[in-house]
């Protein structure tokens, strides 16, 4: 069953921005550590963001601090990440995830299933 569907990907203009969206169901939902994450081709896979509710931190990789900004709307069962001032370093598949609080979630990074939940991602392209 799939857990986290993520949309809002999209081709945009440099200097532009975009919101991602990730609905949660089942398991995923009540999971604390929510993530954003990217891989672009021929590149590993890269924490872009990280938020963990559980207590209050939050991660942003140093190449997106100031214009990236993760959130979670509880009652919508949504993470999102906006992103603004978009560059074209910025292109890549886009990945949501969620895992139970932990020290790694603060330092961007969530396990792989069965221990995280990923998203099937949503593509950006900037130019």
């Known amino acids: 069953d799939v857990q986290l569907v993520e949309s809002g990907g999209a081709s945009v203009q440099a200097g532009g921005s975009l919101r991602l969206s990730c609905v949660l169901s089942?398991?995923?939902?009540?999971?604390?550590?929510v993530g954003w994450f990217r891989q672009a081709p021929g590149k590993e896979r890269e924490g872009v963001a990280t938020?963990?509710?559980?207590?209050?931190?939050?991660y942003y990789r140093d190449s997106v601090k100031g214009r990236f900004t993760i959130s979670r709307d509880n009652a919508k069962n949504t993470v999102y990440l906006q992103m603004d001032s978009l560059k074209p370093e910025d292109t890549a598949m886009y990945y949501c995830?969620?895992?139970?609080?932990?020290?790694?979630?603060?330092?961007?990074?969530?396990?792989?299933?069965?221990?995280?939940?990923w998203g099937q991602g949503t593509q950006v392209t900037v130019s």
């Open positions: 938020l963990d509710s559980g207590v209050g931190r939050t």
């Open positions: 995830a969620a895992e139970g609080s932990g020290a790694y979630c603060a330092l961007g990074s969530i396990r792989n299933p069965p221990l995280g939940y």
């Open positions: 089942g398991n995923a939902r009540s999971r604390n550590c």
